[in-house]
């Protein structure tokens, strides 16, 4: 059964870079055809899909955060690591990884439990 944690600074300062690593065990990251993502939950608003890292290295990125965002990954520590550039007070969230994949139908199938990140002086 895969396993999601995320980690990382729980405060980050206005200006500078948020990055977050997320520690994938029971599976592998590289197997087809999973993608890793990214998804956030600001306070009192809904998901939002950041990007993904797809099993073969290629990334996609949200329109709306794609100039700020950057998803990476380490095969041999079986992580891949969000770093959302610039960030401001509106990047407050929590943070989800998550898998994304199939068995009939694509879907998020596992989640890690999510961390917060503040952003503030």
């Known amino acids: 059964q895969v396993r999601l944690q995320e980690s990382g600074p729980g405060l980050v300062k206005p200006s500078q870079t948020l990055s977050l690593t997320c520690t994938v065990s029971?599976?592998?990251?590289?197997?087809?055809?999973?993608?890793w993502s990214w998804i956030r939950q600001p306070p009192g608003k809904g998901l939002e899909w950041m990007g993904v890292?797809?099993?073969?290295?290629?990334?996609y990125y949200s329109p709306s955060l794609k100039s700020r965002t950057s998803i990476s990954r380490d095969t041999s520590k079986s992580q891949f690591s969000l770093q959302l550039n610039s960030v401001t007070p509106e990047d407050t969230a929590v943070y989800y990884c998550?898998?994304?994949?199939?068995?009939?139908?694509?879907?998020?199938?596992?989640w890690g439990q999510g961390t917060q990140v503040t952003v503030s002086s």
């Open positions: 029971g599976g592998s990251i590289t197997t087809t055809y999973y993608g």
């Open positions: 890292i797809a099993y073969d290295g290629s990334t």
């Open positions: 998550a898998r994304f994949g199939s068995s009939y139908y694509f879907s998020f199938d596992s």
